[in-house]
């Protein structure tokens, strides 16, 4: 063990504790399968909905809600990962704007879809759908992409 | 306001790669730790229990399926260490560009 410590140490001590956050933060993320598989059982529910069958459509839109809520408080903390990221990290609007993001989008497929029904159009719950698939799987990254950088600020070195 | 307080346990650079990858998380599993560091089990292992018996951070055991998982977190007080470490190695570095001993501008501990 050192007696003393320079600037030199301090600096590569300082660079190693910030690489270590960035490591967990990069490791915890949530990974694009996450976006893709949303995106993918929103399409079915679209699908399942134009069927017009209502039994079939409740009991899709109940597990549907459920598998996407329990997949969500999983992957979001970075549980997946074998480690949970901090919530000092995370900050308080992490979570907050995925979860508002995803619920945005969803929101703007139903009016798409409700508006493509009050036009007549054929297949509108898929059409609306898809718009909220393929928005969740461009979008999710590049909101990944937003936070990164925000979760680093929270660290315990914000970057220079 | 985190008090600098240079840590000499914390200061070696395996453990202080551990600990700041736990500061960072909530929890995290040893393979996860292992892996990411790439350490051997026995490696990290050992630092681990120095961490443990400084009181630094917790292990816990459990049952996943038939598997047994073991996961570790900082605790309070090895946070507060942490928070110290890092803030003297901050006051270091706006000290005058000559080298210095930390000892002249932040407390040590343990």
């Known amino acids: 063990m050192t007696e003393s410590l320079n600037r030199d140490d301090a600096a590569r001590s300082i660079e190693h504790v910030r690489r270590r956050e960035q490591q967990v933060i990069t490791a915890t993320a949530i990974p694009l399968w996450y976006w893709w598989v949303v995106g993918a059982g929103t399409l079915v529910l679209g699908v399942v909905a134009d069927g017009r069958r209502p039994a079939v459509i409740a009991v899709t839109a109940v597990l549907f809600g459920a598998a996407t809520a329990a997949l969500t408080l999983w992957v979001i903390p970075g549980a997946g990962s074998g480690a949970r990221v901090s919530r000092d990290l995370l900050g308080g609007g992490g979570p907050a704007s995925i979860v508002g993001s995803v619920g945005f989008v969803v929101l703007s497929g139903l009016a798409v879809a409700f508006w493509l029904r009050a036009r007549g159009a054929s297949g509108p719950a898929t059409v609306g759908t ?31 | 306001m985190t008090e600098p307080r240079f840590n000499e346990l914390i200061h070696s650079p395996t453990r202080l790669s551990i600990v700041a990858m736990l500061a960072a998380a909530q929890w995290a599993d040893f393979a996860f730790v292992r892996d990411e560091l790439g350490l051997s089990e026995s490696a990290l292992s050992k630092q681990l229990s120095t961490l443990e018996a400084a009181g630094y951070l917790q292990t816990r055991k459990r049952q996943v399926g038939k598997y047994p998982r073991t996961s570790t977190r900082l605790t309070r007080a090895g946070r507060r260490a942490f928070a110290e470490h890092v803030a003297a190695l901050q006051q270091l570095l706006r000290l005058p560009a000559e080298p210095e001993n930390v000892s002249g501008s932040a407390s040590r501990s343990p």
């Open chain 1, 130 to 160: 898809a718009v909220t698939a393929a928005a969740l799987v461009v979008g999710g990254p590049m909101l990944m992409a937003v936070l990164r950088p925000q979760m680093l600020c929270h660290g315990a070195i914000p970057p220079r």
